[in-house]
């Protein structure tokens, strides 16, 4: 979830498989998601957001699932490639005030594998 | 998307002596900036917001006497990291939004600072 862990969950998949990774938050006021891909030595890499107003949305490849309910959210990868392999975090932005931005809170991350 | 740059890359410094690092939003403007960290193995932690023309918002934990931020233009934040120690080793991650972006708020990221205190 948002918590910081001291080793990532590590999700390893076949390549051409599809992947799920997944994703717990906390805070009830996230209005906006973004799930980033960070490979090692890097910045964080947009992959793919959806708005609380959304249960669903779908990117090249992706798909980013919200369920509200349970403050859940989901990033699945369809046919899973080598350059596929990173760590992947989600995030849950809360509006800051007066400046059109979100303050974001990062989940732990997951380490996605891809076996070639 | 919108470009991000962070300068240096890599830093290693003695123990006591304080280092600058850079944030530019290369071809947009940022009225605010978002400074992170990020250990070994762990997630980002939101440090500061980093505001153009005012004083950074710092997050519980943060002191901001050591981690002086300031927000000189619309394309530029520095992070100063006075008197550091070893513990203050990690890498350091800049992060601001487009507000041309088309209807997204994605917040785009630099590609972070090294920083090495021996």
């Known amino acids: 979830g948002e918590s910081v862990g001291l080793h990532l969950p590590t999700l390893s998949v076949q390549e051409g498989d599809n992947s799920i990774i997944n994703c717990a938050y906390s805070?009830?006021?996230?209005?906006?998601f973004i799930w980033y891909k960070q490979e090692s030595g890097k910045g964080p890499q947009f992959i793919i957001d959806?708005?609380?107003?959304?249960d669903k949305r779908q990117g090249q490849r992706v798909t980013v699932l919200l369920n509200k309910t349970v403050k859940h959210l989901s990033l699945q990868i369809a046919a899973t490639q080598p350059g596929d392999s990173a760590v992947y975090f989600c995030?849950?932005?809360?509006?800051?005030?007066?400046?059109?931005?979100?303050?974001?809170?990062f989940g732990k991350g997951t380490k996605l594998s891809v076996i070639p | 998307g919108a470009v991000v740059s962070q300068h240096p890359s890599r830093v290693i410094c003695k123990s006591g002596t304080s280092v600058k690092i850079e944030c530019r939003s290369l071809?947009?403007?940022?009225?605010?900036m978002f400074w992170y960290r990020q250990f070994p193995k762990q997630s980002l932690m939101l440090m500061a917001t980093?505001?153009?023309?005012?004083?950074?918002?710092?997050e519980q934990g943060v002191e901001k006497d050591k981690f002086l931020i300031n927000h000189a233009s619309l394309t530029l934040s520095t992070l100063t990291v006075t008197s550091a120690h070893p513990e203050d080793s990690s890498f350091y991650i800049c992060?601001?939004?487009?507000?041309?972006?088309?209807?997204?708020?994605?917040?785009?990221f630099g590609p972070g600072t090294r920083l090495t205190v021996l």
């Open positions: 959806i708005r609380s107003n959304m």
């Open positions: 071809d947009f403007q940022a009225t605010t």
């Open positions: 992060s601001a939004r487009d507000p041309s972006g088309k209807g997204t708020d994605t917040q785009y």
């Open positions: 995030a849950g932005g809360v509006p800051y005030s007066g400046a059109g931005s979100y303050q974001l809170t």
């Open positions: 805070n009830s006021a996230s209005d906006y």
């Open positions: 980093s505001n153009e023309g005012s004083k950074a918002t710092y």
